[in-house]
Nanobody, 116 residues
Framework: QVQLVESGGGLVQPGGSLRLSCAIS????????VGWYRQAPGKQRELVAT???????KYADGVKGRSTISYDDGMNTVDLIMNSLEFEDTAVYYC??????????WGQGTQVTVSS
């Protein structure tokens, strides 16, 4: 059974930074892409950033330039660093892994709250 476990969420002040980490059971190399999504209250889940097995990355417009996604295929982890956090970044952040056949797996989510 595939398990994705997120960590690193919490309360952050505007302008601050955070690092989210996702531990994926099994080999990360089995996935076509891994990434992070978020869901704010009353809104649909949306892509934050994804990284493909071959290396390319994709970022949502709202986080581009202040976020970095990376993975470690030795540790089977995928990390998201976000800087210059804004109130609008408040959401539950979910780790996602997608296999080549389209099967997707999700973590349980970690809350990020940006507040002064």
């Amino acid at each position: 059974q595939v398990q994705l476990v997120e960590s690193g969420g919490g309360l952050v002040q505007p302008g601050g930074s955070l690092r989210l980490s996702c531990a994926i059971s099994g080999s990360i190399s089995r996935y076509d892409a891994v990434g992070w999504y978020r869901q704010a209250p009353g809104k649909q889940r949306e892509l934050v950033a994804t990284i493909f097995k071959t290396g390319p990355t994709k970022y949502a417009d709202g986080v581009k330039g202040r976020s970095t996604i990376s993975y470690d295929d030795g540790m089977n982890t995928v990390d998201l660093i976000m800087n210059s956090l804004e109130f609008e970044d408040t959401a539950v952040y979910y780790c996602n892994a997608r296999e080549p056949d389209g099967s997707e797996y999700w973590g349980q989510g970690t809350q990020v709250t940006v507040s002064s």
